[in-house]
């Protein structure tokens, strides 16, 4: 769209609703959207979604699936209907790259990037990440590529209020949301944007992400503080205002999550099998230990995991074995008769005291 046309475009989004649906009805013609071919547009399945989450009055109207309301299968802009892909391309070559958010147009991009291509066409069922529509103002970048809008990130700034509902602000720069067309993906845009991200903030001792990261997000980002080691101790997973008893370093989660994987099996009361013994020789050998010699279930012939294994004592004839054992009620019984005479020895010292 031009930009001449801004003025025009921003005043047909905030029109007489019912007059655009009348407009909207007898500019309609036939559509091809993918998949389907032929689409009649009918006032029955035309209905308005707001474009910001702080201002309900400017809305795009949107023509929905007759059989599934929550698919948008073209929106109405400049006196036509468009298909969503056909929304978020451009003919500006200079458009490339991470380019600020800040005409109405872009606006309008953000928004079908966020709510429809991602919130409609490509999020699973199983997805349990929705982005409502961001705000009015939002602090936003898109990644333009090969023409066409392939992905975004917004950014809630160090200062600026959490929410409408309370007077907290961010105590540090916070990556809200970021999304990635499926047709753009395993192409390092994510990672370029988060590095973008980082490198917006180089004074910034701490910056965040928002709380909860998605799996996908965790991945980016191991990959990125992987190859950036000097961002590891700055970026944080926070919860809004991002206090740091509302913050966890990333690195050392991922660390964690590697070292105590969460399907990890819990060790559980169990009955002891034949193999216990030689495991709990093999932990002891693992902390510099050998194991004692009446453990071991038969004659070691070398080494137990890095340790030396001492060799069994020599075999005895039952004579000896007979002596040994005799003899050791009567040492068990000096040592006890030692002891009892220690104790008298102390009473009579006390009296003789008293």
Known sequence: MKDENLGNLETELCNNQPKRMEEAFS?????SAPGQKNIKIEVS???????????????????????????VLAIYLNNFWWIPQDVIKTSDPFREGLKQVKTLQERIVLFVLNCIIFGMLERSLTHDTVFVPHPKKED????????????????????????????????????????????????????????????????????????PLS????????????????????????????????????????????????????????????????EKGQI??????????????????????DCKVAPDLPSQSDELQVQFRAEEPKQLKRRMSREELAKESVVKHLRTMS
């Open 45 to 71: 399945s035309m209905s308005f979604l707001p474009l910001y989450r702080d201002d309900k009055e400017c809305c795009l109207l949107v023509y929905t699936d007759p059989q599934d309301k929550n698919t």
């Open 140 to 211: 936003a970048r898109i990644f333009w590529k090969s023409g066409e809008a392939a992905a975004f990130y917004t950014i809630r700034r160090k200062g600026n209020l959490c929410d409408g509902h309370t007077s907290q602000c961010y105590l540090l720069p916070v990556l809200d949301t970021m999304f990635v067309q499926k047709k753009f993906r395993r192409r390092g845009l994510g990672l370029q944007m988060l590095q973008d991200f980082c490198q917006s903030f180089p004074s910034e001792d701490a910056v965040g992400l928002s709380c």
């Open 27 to 31: 500019a309609a013609e036939d559509l």
């Open 215 to 278: 799996t996908e997000m965790e991945k980016v980002c191991q990959k990125f503080l992987k190859t950036h080691p000097k961002e590891q101790s700055r970026v944080w997973e926070v919860e809004a205002p991002g206090d740091w008893t509302q913050r966890i370093n990333i690195w050392l989660k991922i660390q964690l999550e590697q070292s105590f994987p969460k399907n990890a099996a819990r060790s559980s009361p169990r009955p002891k099998g034949k193999d216990d013994e030689a």
């Open 284 to 305: 002891n050998t693992s902390l510099g230990c050998s194991p004692h010699l009446e453990t071991l279930p038969h004659k070691p012939t070398g080494h137990l995991g």
